[in-house]
Structure formats: C-alpha cells, structure tokens
C-alpha cells in the first residue's frame, strides 16, 4: 500500500494560496491520494459540524475543483514528486485587487480549510498505523511445499 505522501515541509497549518496572472491556486501540503486515503478510512477528519452535529464544511477529491462556503473540492496535483493537492479558482477579469477579491470571496471557505488542514495530520498517523498493523496479519501463502498441493495443513495456508 502506498504510504501518505505529503510535503517535505510538512505544516498542517499551511495552506498555499498564490495568485499567477488571472488564477489562483490553492495548494494543500498533502497529496491528492492522501485526500482520497482520508476520504475512504477518516471522512470526518475532512468535516467540520456545527453544535448540532450538521455538517458545516467538508475538503474533498472531485473531478472538478470548487470551492465556497461550505467546501473545497481538489482536482489537481502539482507537477513535482510531491504530488500536493491543489485546486484552481479563475479571478474574473474586471478584478483590480486580486488578493482581496479572493480574501473577499472565499475567505471563510480559506479559513475552514485551514481549520480543517491543521487535524490531517492526526488523521494519517492513525491510518498508517492502522494499515501497518493489518500488513502484519498479512502473509503470502507457502505454496512450494509439496504437502500443501496434497492437501495437507502444514506450510499452507493454515500454519
């Protein structure tokens, strides 16, 4: 199984937001896999609930990256070995002040996912511990002893 990759510098409370002519990318320190990895074993490490327990914000994988209020969606990976998640918005050509037309549109989702960026790391520890030790129940079966094609227990699959 694949190991979680994320970045060398590894900060759970950095989410990169840059701004490159008419697009911003916003690029998690985790990969894209990672996401889906959480998404499959702890999809309540990517929520956060309100008081009653209602899903408020969620980060996810898609096909297609959006983001608002209520979530992020990764599509993307960057083009290094890292593979980090990213996401990409287009700044609508009329905008002067790119930087506060994104805090201005998208700050409380930016903010949520750095809520939300700041538990992963909690979240992959316990999957890789968790895949570690079902890797250890795993064994390939002893098929080269000849009493195993008889079948007979010993050196088979039930020794």
């Not at 490159?20 to 320190?29: D, H, N, Q, S, W």
């Not at 609508?92 to 700050?107: F, L, M, N, P, T």
């Not at 960026?117 to 968790?130: F, P």
Request: hydrophobic letters at 35%; charged letters at 30%.
């Amino acid at each position: 199984m694949d190991k979680i990759r994320y970045s060398s510098n590894f900060d759970f409370t950095k989410v990169d937001i840059s701004i490159v002519g008419k697009y911003c990318a916003i690029t998690l320190p985790i990969s894209l896999d990672t996401i889906k990895k959480i998404e499959r074993y702890r999809p309540e490490a990517l929520q956060i609930k309100d008081e009653n327990d209602k899903l408020k914000f969620k980060v996810a994988s898609g096909t297609t990256g959006s983001i608002s209020d209520h979530g992020v969606t990764f599509n993307d990976v960057t083009r290094d070995e890292r593979q980090l998640a990213v996401m990409t918005i287009e700044i609508k050509g009329d905008v002067k002040d790119a930087r506060a037309y994104i805090a201005s549109e998208y700050g409380k989702a930016i903010l949520n996912l750095k809520e939300v960026v700041a538990h992963l790391g909690k979240a992959t520890d316990s999957i890789e511990e968790e895949m570690d030790e079902v890797l250890g129940y795993i064994r390939y079966a002893d098929v080269t002893n000849s009493n195993a094609a008889e079948g007979e227990e010993e050196g088979g699959l039930y020794d």
